[in-house]
């Protein structure tokens, strides 16, 4: 599903921030990303969620040879992928509901099919209450939780998850855990990057390790 | 392209858009009033040439000398004797009164001016009358008569009336680019406002054109209201001028009659006004969108 071979990654002319980087991601997997602070971990995430590209090195996704795909078929492949930002980038004048409907209105469902399938998944993440509320006047966990449904909604085949559990309380955050392996057991490929140790070995899934730019694997995700 | 024109996205409100329909309102303004004016030139253009094709006037010296009348009837028995004259009839004096009182006032009428004969000489439909001819004919058998076909007159008329309607259709044009300029900047600078929530749509699926047709929704809203403002207020203003001219009791002055194609110009103005604005909002945005991401 996700290939890296010696992928390097840059900001400008600056120093490389990921160096030669190989990896891959079967479907239907489970990964914890970690590492210190600046190892490169939102680095590694944009570059899976598209939101740039490498500076050299070759990606492949959902069978894409991303180096040779065009900027218009982009949206297509980020479909696919799930995203909950660390920051949660929801949109602040649109309710908890239009947040949460977002990718399924951009995939063209119709309006009253998006309004029933997103009250349901927000009433599971415990926000039945918070349905017409704006993300300014929510909390920082019922935010995550807003971003964790967006990112779900769709079905998409790769979530990404960066801190998903960061701004909850540990009951809530074993839910939404239990939510992601959920997903992963229909078949989506899943990738948290957490630096919770405690929440890497409750779960004993495998851990891609990054550090200083460099990433450290077990034996069997080796590209 | 109503179905597009429905945003479902919801992009926020940005200020810079705020000004759009105010500035579009003036802009349409403007243009109706030019395309009035371009209108109103035209049809007086019509006017003028309906009411001299076919016809001639013969001035005859001084109308009060002794021989005047005699002098009259010799020219009109010539005319009408003339191939492709239909009538020729010596104008009364009152009536020449009314032609003069729009250029010399009704003051000037009390008077005892020296004023020509004259003779209203209808021409058969159709008929090619050798006009220097007939005058030369006239000048011999009653020395003094001057023939006038009015074409010089026309002619600059119709020259200034046709510069006036080019004047009209530049300042069409020049308030199409300036809604083009305003509508490119309020676009570009609501793409910046929005930079963050454009690059989650992106990070999301959303294409490109899906991000245009928010703006494109936006922009119609803004636009639509604004034409129709401006329409609103030029007719307005359309319909005072036109009662004010009407009291001005003065012949010259080109009247407004607008009818359905006239009326089809002045409400094709605001419509255009606000596809121009929705297909630059979408060009700006498409090719903002290309160097952004």
Same mark, same amino acid.
């Given at each position: ?8 990654? +840059?900001? @400008? ?42 500076? +050299? ?34 949109? *602040?004048?649109?309710?908890?509901? =239009? ?11 119709? =309006?009253?099919?998006? +309004? ?52 909850? =309380?540990? *009951?809530? @955050? ?21 630096? =919770? ?13 990054? *550090? ?12 | ?31 109706? !009033?030019?395309? %009035?004016?371009?209108?109103?030139? /035209? /049809? ?46 010596? !104008? ?22 020296? %004023? ?11 008929? #090619? ?20 076909? &009015? ?17 009209? %259709? ?23 406002? &929005? ?6 749509? &992106? ?8 991000? #245009?047709?928010?703006?494109?929704? /936006?922009?119609?809203?803004?636009? #639509?209201?604004?034409? %129709? ?28 009659? !607008? ?17 121009? #604005? ?16």
């Amino acid at each position: 599903m996700v290939r890296f071979q010696n992928v390097g990654m +840059r900001y @400008g002319l600056g120093p490389e921030v990921l160096r030669d980087i190989s990896f891959r991601l079967a479907p239907g997997t489970f990964h914890f990303l970690t590492g210190p602070s600046g190892a490169g971990k939102t680095s590694l995430l944009k570059l899976l969620y598209l939101a740039t590209r490498p500076s +050299r090195g070759l990606i492949t996704m959902f069978d894409h040879d991303l180096s040779h795909t065009p900027r218009h078929r982009l949206p297509a492949l980020r479909r696919r992928i799930g995203v909950v930002f660390q920051d949660f980038r929801l949109l *602040d004048h649109l309710s908890a509901l =239009d947040n949460v409907a977002l990718p399924l209105r951009i995939a063209g469902v119709k =309006d009253d099919q998006v +309004r029933a399938h997103v009250i349901e998944l927000l009433r599971w993440v415990g926000l039945s209450d918070q349905i017409n509320a704006r993300p300014p006047t929510l909390s920082g966990g019922e935010k995550q939780r807003v971003a964790i449904a967006r990112a779900v909604i769709a079905h998409p085949r790769l979530i990404l998850a960066d801190e998903p559990t960061g701004s909850v =309380d540990p *009951d809530m @955050g074993m839910r939404l855990m239990h939510l992601f392996l959920e997903l992963n057991k229909t078949g989506t490929t899943v990738v948290i990057a957490t630096h =919770d140790q405690h929440l890497i070995e409750s779960f004993r899934r495998p851990v891609m390790r990054l *550090d200083n730019g460099e990433l450290v694997l077990p034996q069997e995700q080796a590209a | 392209m109503i179905q597009r024109l429905r945003s479902n996205l919801k992009l926020a409100d940005d200020p810079a858009g705020r000004y759009l329909p105010s500035v579009v309102a003036t802009m349409v303004f403007l243009a109706v !009033l030019a395309l %009035v004016g371009a209108i109103a030139l /035209q /049809q007086a253009t019509e006017t003028w040439s309906r009411s001299i094709e076919g016809s001639l006037t013969v001035q005859i010296g001084d109308a009060k000398a002794r021989d005047a009348q005699q002098r009259i009837d010799k020219a009109v028995a010539l005319l009408k004797a003339a191939p492709g004259v239909e009538s020729a009839r010596p !104008l009364t004096r009152p009536e020449i009164d009314k032609l003069l009182e729009p250029w010399l006032g009704k003051t000037a009428m009390d008077a005892d001016l020296p %004023v020509p004969a004259l003779i209203d000489v209808r021409l058969v439909k159709g008929a #090619a009358v050798d006009t220097a001819a007939l005058a030369s004919q006239l000048q011999q058998a009653v020395p003094g008569t001057r023939v006038d076909d &009015h074409k010089p007159w026309l002619a600059s008329m119709v020259r200034l009336a046709r510069t006036l309607q080019w004047l009209a %259709v530049a300042v069409v044009a020049l308030v199409g680019l300036s809604t083009v300029a305003l509508v490119v900047f309020a676009t570009r600078a609501g793409l910046a406002v &929005h930079r963050d929530m454009i690059e989650v749509l &992106h990070l999301i699926g959303a294409r490109d054109g899906q991000i #245009a047709e928010q703006f494109e929704s /936006q922009t119609f809203r803004r636009a #639509a209201a604004g034409s %129709v403002l401006g329409l609103v207020a030029a007719a307005a203003i359309v319909a005072l001028v036109a009662r004010f001219a009407s009291a001005l009791d003065a012949p010259l002055l080109p009247s407004v009659q !607008l009818g359905p194609k006239s009326w089809a110009i002045l409400v094709a103005a605001p419509v255009a006004a606000t596809i121009l #604005a929705i297909v630059t909002a979408r060009l700006t945005v498409l090719t903002t969108l290309r160097r952004m991401t």
